[in-house]
């Protein structure tokens, strides 16, 4: 089930980001030690009447120029009209309706993507200011009073956000589709890879124009197995991108990576991994996605004996939160190893979706509590009562303990290692969720 996606689009200073913070929560700073991914952040998960969504502050892709402000709001409301299901438009009370509201308003209204229009600054609980009746002449229908600094009226705005969400299963595939999403930074070579797959396969059946606007999904059939690729190149609007293409690349697999199964993160070798890599393979790990890392244009790389596991290695420390993924070293262009993808995406999609009985899973923490055991504070002990998996997808277990502060990070990482020796689950990430409960 893929998340909705959620765009907050405004002038610089009508308190986009306040407003991001204040409906993700503090979640924001709770994420896990993913190198390359917390920092600047533009997207979080946020949550609403147990509808989880992908939230989007646009405000974070503010080019670094002195552009005029409305063609700054015109780069953000294109990438939300183009990523997102549905959009919030923040203005200001206090400054009253300005007339790049009005353009922008238009040029999100002319998209054809729910709009709903929260006008913030109302700092007063009770009847809403005059000024605020101005805002009806934008066309967007009622205007939500809020105060994204002390929280009024977001409430009032998540329900109105809600209404809009696409039913949790509206995918229309099959359940045996793979989907999957070729992403990374531009020309790192996604469409060429598109490209040589369809072209050598010639059994496309038919072009569905994917949810996100201007991305194609293609879907085909190969050896028995139905595939969608999900190409976010072909995202790619012909107009000018602007100077911060590289906040503007994660935008793009956003949505992509949400409705994937597998991500092909595509690296290019002449340029090894940048920051710009880790910000997206980040999102598929963050999303709990099965992923193959493809690092393509090896043919134009000089080896020796050594070459592709010193590169291995490099990659393996840039992206050291996603060790469990498997390096394809590939050509786009001549079509090295490019057959060999397929029996690499087929077997992670299984990994993604294996179960493991119970009995098993417990045979084999048990085995590792014996061969290491469990870390103690102040003379109390952590131990594990019980492991059972939750759900697959990615395979998610709880774990039971006596007291879960004794449950430290390394021991953890310990565990999903001793699951991983004994069950593979190679090219997907693993969930853990620590219970607590006492020993009757």
Not at 106 to 117: F, N, R, T
Not at 173 to 190: E, F, L, R, S, T
């Amino acid at each position: 089930m893929s998340k909705p996606i959620v765009a907050i689009v405004g002038r610089p200073n009508v308190g986009k980001s306040t407003l991001f913070n204040k409906i993700v929560g503090q979640r924001i700073s709770i994420v896990e030690d993913t190198p390359g991914v917390t920092r600047d952040r533009i997207y979080a998960e946020a949550e609403w009447l147990g509808r989880h969504f992908t939230l989007i502050d646009t405000g974070g892709i503010e080019p670094e120029s002195k552009d005029e402000i409305l063609a700054q709001m015109r780069k953000q409301a294109e990438i939300a009209i183009e990523t997102s299901h549905v959009i919030i438009f923040l203005v200001d009370v206090k400054d009253g309706m300005t007339a790049s509201d009005k353009d922008v308003a238009s040029m999100l209204q002319k998209s054809g993507k729910p709009i709903v229009l929260a006008c913030n600054k109302v700092d007063n609980i009770g009847q809403p200011p005059l000024e605020l009746y101005e805002f009806y002449n934008l066309g967007l229908g009622d205007p939500i009073a809020i105060s994204s600094v002390h929280g009024l009226g977001i409430g009032d705005l998540l329900d109105e956000v809600s209404k809009h969400f696409p039913d949790a299963d509206q995918d229309g595939y099959a359940d045996d589709v793979i989907k999957v999403a070729v992403i990374g930074k531009p020309n790192a070579g996604k469409s060429s890879l598109v490209n040589k797959v369809l072209g050598e396969e010639r059994v496309i059946v038919s072009d569905v124009p994917g949810t996100t606007r201007d991305a194609i999904d293609t879907y085909f059939e190969k050896d028995g197995q139905n595939y969608v690729f999900i190409d976010t190149a072909g995202m790619r609007k012909k107009g000018k991108i602007f100077e911060n293409i590289e906040r503007y690349s994660v935008i793009r697999s956003l949505a992509a990576v949400e409705r994937s199964d597998v991500c092909l993160i595509m690296i290019d070798a002449s340029e090894g991994v940048t920051e710009q890599d880790t910000k997206i393979a980040g999102f598929a790990h963050e999303q709990g996605k099965a992923s193959i890392i493809v690092i393509n244009k090896w043919d134009l790389i000089e080896k020796d004996d050594k070459t592709m596991n010193l590169f291995r290695q490099d990659v393996m420390d840039k992206l050291s939160f996603m060790t469990y993924a498997p390096i394809a070293f590939i050509s786009a262009k001549t079509g090295q190893r490019v057959e060999k993808l397929f029996e690499l995406i087929k077997y992670v999609s299984n990994q993604h979706a294996m179960r493991i009985s119970t009995g098993m899973l417990n045979d084999i923490i048990n085995e590792a509590v014996a061969k290491t055991q469990p870390p103690s504070d102040k003379g109390k002990r952590l131990k594990i009562l019980y492991v059972t998996q939750a759900s697959v997808k990615p395979p998610t277990f709880v774990i039971f303990v006596n007291d879960k502060e004794l449950m430290h990070f390394s021991y953890e990482r310990y565990i999903e290692n001793q699951i991983r020796g004994a069950f593979g689950l190679e090219g997907t990430p693993v969930r853990f969720i620590i219970r607590e409960r006492s020993k009757e």
